[in-house]
């Protein structure tokens, strides 16, 4: 069992806090951009802050896209972090025109709701279908900051959702790929719990 977690470096995100929480949970954080090393991790965290557009241009920039998707193809545990939930999708309407990941069908649609955008704050998990790192965090509050969600076609992959307004995604799963919309790394002790499954998780 290795003792290191991969955090995907592609020029934008919240590495710090990200690298400081995988740390809190006995585990050495290995910040990188280097294709090699991602290719060869046993688990990979894809974080993200910022706009769907401009990940994808560095996503390219650094020739990433192939590597990330080997590596979920490979069956090894990947947890994508916000912004790193909302590029596994085809698309989304920050960005029209750019393509995601297209890992999951579906597409990352504006939050329409009558209340205040960004979605930002605590807000409660409700959990819909099981998942190996949100198995502690139903009924558990933890930190949104967020002006668009995933929509996906299969919605049997929503493993939680929270309501603003409306129902809207809060993580996704399918077998080896794991993702949030929320931000682990600033939930308190419900985030650094997620993050402890997710080091313990083995498949």
Known sequence: MSDKIVIVDYGMGNLHSVSKAVAAVG???????????????????????GAFGDCMANMERFDLVPVIKNVMDSGRPFLGICLGLQILFEGSDEAPGVKGFGYFKGYV?????????????????????????????????????????????????????????KEITASIGRNNVQAVQFHPEKSSRTGLAILKSFKEWWL
């Open 109 to 165: 649609k504006y939050l329409a709701v009558n209340e205040k955008i960004p979605h930002m704050g605590w807000y409660q998990l409700i959990l819909k279908s099981p998942s190996p790192i949100m198995k502690d965090a139903g009924g558990e509050y933890v930190y949104f900051v967020h002006s668009y969600h995933a929509e996906p076609e299969d919605e049997s992959i929503i493993t939680s959702v929270c309501n603003y307004g």
């Open 27 to 49: 585990v050495e954080p290995v910040v990188t951009s280097d294709k090699k090393i991602i290719a060869a991790a046993e688990k990979i965290i894809l974080p993200g802050v």
